[in-house]
């Protein structure tokens, strides 16, 4: 492999490397302290982590990740069918699923729950509860695929 789709393999194992740490962060600390704040505190905090993060940067890693991804299987499927092909195709097709297609259908209209919650009202305990539990343990699958798929793309550009 060489030429631009070497670059964008590259970029696509960068990027898939880059959310999987996004990622870890929010499983092992960030989330584990927002647990531990009164339910009012913690939902007011996530809140207002969900409107930070629809930013351009993060748009760019987490999505600009996905198209590169979808670059490079374009690329391998089209190539010959030999190993290193392989691995860019689960690699790439690991962190769609793993990442962006998780985060669109459960990562997402969660938050979009906890945005409509009057983080003073009794019931949004309740949800909150809930709610760091279930993302979390979605969050802990969108890391390790990010991860996953980092080793795949990177194995597939040492072959």
Same mark, same amino acid.
């Given at each position: ?66 198209? =590169? ?7 391998? /499927? +089209? #190539? ?5 092909? @392989? &691995? ?49 343990? =979605? ?7 990010? /991860? +996953? #798929? ?5 194995? @597939? &550009?040492?072959?």
């Amino acid at each position: 492999m060489s030429g631009i789709p070497y670059v964008v393999t590259v970029a696509a194992a960068l990027g898939c490397g880059l959310m999987a740490g996004v990622y870890f962060t929010f499983s092992t600390f960030i989330m584990v302290a927002l647990k531990q704040l009164p339910a009012s505190q913690g939902v007011t905090a996530m809140q207002s982590i969900n409107v930070k993060a629809v930013n351009p940067l993060f748009m760019l890693a987490l999505f600009g990740t996905g198209v =590169l991804c979808l670059g490079t299987a374009s690329w391998a /499927l +089209i #190539a010959s069918g030999d190993q290193p092909q @392989a &691995l860019l195709v689960g690699g790439s097709a690991i962190y769609l699923v793993g990442s962006i297609l998780i985060t669109i259908v459960g990562n997402v209209p969660m938050n979009n729950r906890l945005a409509g919650l009057d983080a003073e009202e009794p019931e949004s305990a309740g949800y909150w509860e809930h709610y760091v539990a279930r993302w979390t343990n =979605l969050n802990h699958l969108r890391t390790l695929a990010s /991860l +996953i #798929a980092t080793v795949m793309l990177a194995m @597939a &550009l040492g072959q």
